[in-house]
């Protein structure tokens, strides 16, 4: 069953400016991850977030989850050109463990 | 730092030829996994693979697919007769467990083109 979307699909911003990513999922989850794709390369794992923790911070990256809501935010902050990708949350599905994908936020960061 | 390795990168290969994508998960993980992403669209799982079974299977996963760990260290996925949907780039992804702590490691992916 689908799980985790991202919103919005495609976000485009200025080098040094700070990026909102969205997550929305349906079921209830026991960890949120968030990972990034570079163009026509591999995932990589940005950070997980369980289902008892509100917020998480790795580096200039911010994960907030709101179980109510069921959604999540990833912020960049201080983006730069390198940020460039395509950001996936994944969630587990029913009582999995196994990450289910959303479509991606395709980021582009001007220099 | 350890990482999920896959061979080859890209692979092309004729409609309806056997192939074997391979991948070296990382060394002490128990739990692997295969994915792939369609141009364009998400990554979708595919298997989960622990104890030399299946545990979890998607229904993309026909009977044109299996899944095998012939070795310590390799975990193979085959597509037995090839079609040109099957067109994708397939990731394989390990962890150690299976908790509410667990992330699944990634490798880079190999590029299926079937012509």
């Known amino acids: 069953s689908q799980q985790g979307e991202e919103d919005p699909q495609a976000l485009s911003i200025q080098e040094g400016e700070n990026a909102t990513m969205n997550c929305s999922y349906k079921?209830?989850?026991?960890?949120l991850q968030w990972y990034r794709q570079n163009s026509g390369r591999g995932l990589v794992h940005l950070i997980l977030i369980r289902s008892n923790e509100r917020e998480k911070h790795s580096g200039r990256l911010r994960v907030t989850l709101d179980t109510s809501k069921k959604s999540s935010s990833l912020l960049i902050t201080a983006s730069r050109a390198a940020d460039t990708a395509s950001y996936f949350c994944?969630?587990?599905?029913?009582?999995?463990?196994?990450?289910?994908f959303g479509r991606g936020t395709s980021l582009i960061v001007h220099p | 730092e350890p990482e999920v390795t896959q061979t080859p990168s890209h692979q092309v290969t004729q409609m309806g030829q056997e192939v074997i994508l391979r991948c070296v998960p990382i060394s002490n993980h128990l739990y692997f996994y295969w994915y792939r992403q369609i141009l364009g669209q998400k990554v979708e799982f595919l298997v989960s693979?622990?104890?030399?079974?299946?545990?979890?299977k998607s229904e993309i996963f026909d009977d044109q697919f299996s899944v095998e760990r012939p070795d310590g260290s390799n975990f193979t996925l085959k597509i037995r007769s090839t079609k040109l949907e099957d067109s994708a780039m397939y990731f394989c992804?390990?962890?150690?467990?299976?908790?509410?702590?667990?992330?699944?490691?990634f490798g880079q992916g190999t590029r299926l083109t079937v012509v």
């Open positions: 994944a969630t587990p599905s029913g009582g999995s463990y196994i990450p289910t």
């Open positions: 693979f622990y104890n030399n079974e299946i545990s979890e």
């Open positions: 079921t209830s989850i026991n960890n």
């Open positions: 992804a390990s962890s150690s467990r299976q908790s509410v702590n667990t992330e699944a490691f």
